[in-house]
């Protein structure tokens, strides 16, 4: 089967499928959730949490849909070149259309109804069994202006996602080798509030640590952006056992401490000024509708996909519950770090070096194998961009600026700021608002409309989505613009009284 298979050549089970979207969907922006639920106050942080969750879902049936959608044309233009191959190949043989045995059975003629190999043959055309990326279903349903928005949106998440990949690596070494070599060791997650111009070790400023590691960083791992990369079977099990052990532990030892009556956190019920970083953190965090096409379409057995998709989102909204609220009472608010990890390299919190130092860590472990096959990602997204039909690039351009563009600005960024929660909320508000709201619902609409012009509206896609009915596009469509103008005009109303 075409495309039908991962890259390691496998197909996987409904619940391996299950496991992998869980571990796609939980990632570096759940880190950064506990602190923007103590800023938004905890029932403002639920609620939004749960809408979201609802909102994402939604569309990432949508994605779905489109997706068999885009594989029954895939599969429709297929059966018409062949039929115009064959037709060809009679008339220049001189044999009469009624010498011909016919394989499928049935008349050729250009008036036969479409889906007549349908109805005699065993696979459904909307079987998902290609994998058609997203930004192949934006050429086949959306129009020259719609495809460039697209391409545009999804660099701008790609930038932010290297850009705060870049940040979180040299900060979380920041924390923890500057408190280790400093007068306040394990201190780093007891409260203490240090600037970026205090003594990190000898002359050096915790700034220039950051900025030292920021180049540490870029050297060693910028270079695999001018390469080809790929995420091998083996190391994608290292880091999600990683990440999976790092999420348990912090949930557990915020329950001890808790449990032992050593809780110091009071979270209030609604701060309003917190919404927009809880807003973009939260879009941030269930992002998975671009990376959907990997993760679906080499699951065997598709015919209950959304409801195997319900069931990951409860387990991870119940998820980051327990982990955002288990910190926003184990922790007061000011002492909440942008990156969760790192509230547990206080030695009052753990006496074990060794889990200090794996959780202080375990961002740049898990971060460092996802950045060169972001950046590498990025960077065949810009050359699909200003691809030429028929055009090869120049060997600078190809090997140098591409690699160049994708490399420099993200990096350029996490010079100027570390501050986590503002990148991720930021690229979550902005970018993700539309890779996870707009582009799906667009998706969803054309495809709709497509398949019933090629089709007829007899014919119905077997992976519909539950909201079927227009109002849930135009709903999703009002919600993701409204986003757009609530987060600017938030940012520029900060900005003033500032």
Same mark, same amino acid.
């Given at each position: 089967?075409?495309?039908?298979?991962?890259?390691?050549?496998?197909?996987?089970?409904?619940?391996?499928?299950?496991?992998?979207?869980?571990?796609?969907?939980?990632?570096?922006?759940?880190?950064?959730?506990?602190?923007?639920?103590?800023?938004?106050?905890?029932?403002?942080?639920?609620?939004?949490?749960?809408?979201?969750?609802?909102?994402?879902?939604?569309?990432?049936?949508?994605?779905?849909?489109?997706?068999?959608?885009?594989?029954?044309?895939?599969?429709?233009?297929?059966?018409?070149?062949?039929?115009?191959?064959?037709?060809?190949?009679?008339?220049?043989?001189?044999?009469?259309?009624?010498?011909?045995?016919?394989?499928?059975?049935?008349?050729?003629?250009?008036?036969?109804?479409?889906?007549?190999?349908?109805?005699?043959?065993?696979?459904?055309?909307?079987?998902?069994?290609? =994998?058609?990326?997203?930004?192949?279903?934006? #050429? /086949?349903?959306?129009?020259?202006?719609?495809? @460039? %928005? $697209?391409?545009? &949106?999804?660099?701008?998440?790609?930038?932010?996602?290297?850009?705060?990949?870049?940040?979180?690596?040299?900060?979380?070494?920041?924390?923890?080798?500057?408190?280790?070599?400093?007068?306040?060791?394990?201190?780093?997650?007891?409260?203490?509030?240090?600037?970026d111009t205090d003594k990190c070790w000898g002359p050096i400023r915790r700034i220039d640590a950051y900025r030292l590691y920021l180049a540490a960083f870029t050297l060693l791992l910028g270079p695999f952006t001018f390469f080809n990369v790929q995420k091998t079977k083996y190391l994608?099990?290292?880091?999600?056992?990683?990440?999976?052990?790092?999420?348990?532990?912090?949930?557990?030892?915020?329950?001890?401490?808790?449990? =032992?009556?050593?809780?110091?956190?009071?979270? #209030? /019920?609604?701060?309003?000024?917190?919404?927009? @970083? %809880? $807003?973009?953190? &939260?879009?941030?965090?269930?992002?998975?509708?671009?990376?959907?096409?990997?993760?679906?379409?080499?699951?065997?057995?598709?015919?209950?996909?959304?409801?195997?998709?319900?069931?990951?989102?409860?387990?991870?909204?119940?998820?980051?519950?327990?982990?955002?609220?288990?910190?926003?009472?184990?922790?007061?608010?000011?002492?909440?770090?942008?990156?969760?990890?790192?509230?547990?390299?206080?030695?009052?919190?753990?006496?074990?070096?060794?889990?200090?130092?794996?959780?202080?860590?375990?961002?740049?472990?898990?971060?460092?194998?996802?950045?060169?096959?972001?950046?590498?990602?990025?960077?065949?997204?810009?050359?699909?961009?200003?691809?030429?039909?028929?055009?090869?690039?120049?060997?600078?351009?190809?090997?140098?600026?591409?690699?160049?563009?994708? %490399?420099?600005?993200?990096?350029?960024?996490?010079?100027?700021?570390?501050?986590?929660?503002?990148?991720?909320?930021?690229?979550?508000?902005?970018?993700?608002?539309?890779?996870?709201?707009?582009?799906?619902?667009?998706?969803?609409?054309?495809?709709?409309?497509?398949?019933?012009?090629?089709?007829?509206?007899?014919?119905?896609?077997?992976?519909?989505?539950?909201?079927?009915?227009?109002?849930?596009?135009?709903?999703?469509?009002?919600?993701?613009?409204?986003?757009?103008?609530?987060?600017?005009?938030?940012?520029?109303?900060?900005?003033?009284?500032?």
């Amino acid at each position: 089967m075409a495309g039908g298979i991962t890259d390691t050549g496998e197909l996987y089970s409904p619940y391996v499928g299950l496991v992998y979207m869980f571990n796609l969907i939980v990632g570096t922006g759940a880190l950064t959730m506990p602190r923007a639920f103590a800023t938004a106050g905890w029932l403002i942080s639920l609620i939004l949490l749960l809408f979201l969750g609802f909102m994402s879902y939604m569309t990432t049936t949508f994605v779905v849909e489109a997706m068999a959608a885009a594989n029954a044309q895939l599969r429709w233009k297929r059966m018409e070149k062949r039929k115009e191959d064959d037709e060809d190949e009679d008339s220049s043989s001189g044999v009469s259309d009624s010498d011909v045995l016919l394989q499928d059975g049935y008349e050729r003629a250009e008036t036969r109804p479409i889906l007549s190999i349908q109805r005699r043959g065993s696979a459904n055309i909307f079987e998902i069994t290609e =994998r058609v990326e997203m930004g192949q279903m934006a #050429s /086949m349903f959306f129009n020259k202006v719609g495809v @460039n %928005l $697209f391409y545009f &949106c999804i660099i701008i998440y790609l930038y932010g996602d290297l850009a705060i990949y870049a940040a979180a690596v040299p900060v979380s070494l920041m924390q923890v080798t500057c408190s280790v070599t400093g007068n306040h060791s394990c201190s780093v997650g007891d409260g203490t509030k240090y600037n970026d111009t205090d003594k990190c070790w000898g002359p050096i400023r915790r700034i220039d640590a950051y900025r030292l590691y920021l180049a540490a960083f870029t050297l060693l791992l910028g270079p695999f952006t001018f390469f080809n990369v790929q995420k091998t079977k083996y190391l994608q099990i290292m880091t999600s056992l990683m990440r999976w052990i790092a999420f348990i532990l912090m949930i557990i030892l915020a329950l001890i401490r808790i449990g =032992r009556g050593q809780a110091e956190g009071h979270p #209030s /019920m609604a701060q309003l000024l917190g919404i927009r @970083n %809880l $807003f973009g953190v &939260c879009v941030y965090s269930f992002m998975c509708q671009h990376s959907l096409p990997s993760l679906i379409t080499p699951i065997s057995k598709k015919k209950h996909v959304n409801k195997l998709v319900l069931l990951d989102y409860i387990l991870i909204l119940a998820f980051y519950s327990l982990l955002s609220f288990t910190a926003i009472y184990c922790f007061r608010n000011d002492t909440l770090m942008d990156m969760y990890t790192l509230n547990f390299t206080n030695c009052e919190i753990i006496s074990v070096a060794f889990i200090r130092y794996f959780l202080g860590l375990f961002p740049v472990f898990t971060i460092s194998t996802n950045f060169p096959i972001i950046a590498v990602t990025l960077r065949n997204n810009w050359k699909t961009l200003f691809h030429r039909e028929g055009g090869t690039y120049p060997w600078v351009v190809d090997r140098i600026v591409f690699p160049a563009i994708t %490399l420099i600005p993200p990096v350029l960024v996490a010079f100027c700021t570390h501050d986590l929660e503002s990148l991720v909320g930021i690229t979550g508000a902005y970018a993700g608002n539309g890779i996870q709201y707009l582009i799906p619902a667009f998706l969803a609409y054309c495809s709709r409309k497509d398949t019933q012009l090629v089709f007829g509206s007899g014919m119905v896609n077997k992976h519909l989505s539950p909201f079927r009915h227009t109002f849930w596009i135009v709903f999703v469509l009002i919600w993701g613009f409204s986003c757009f103008v609530f987060v600017t005009a938030n940012i520029v109303l900060s900005e003033s009284k500032l």
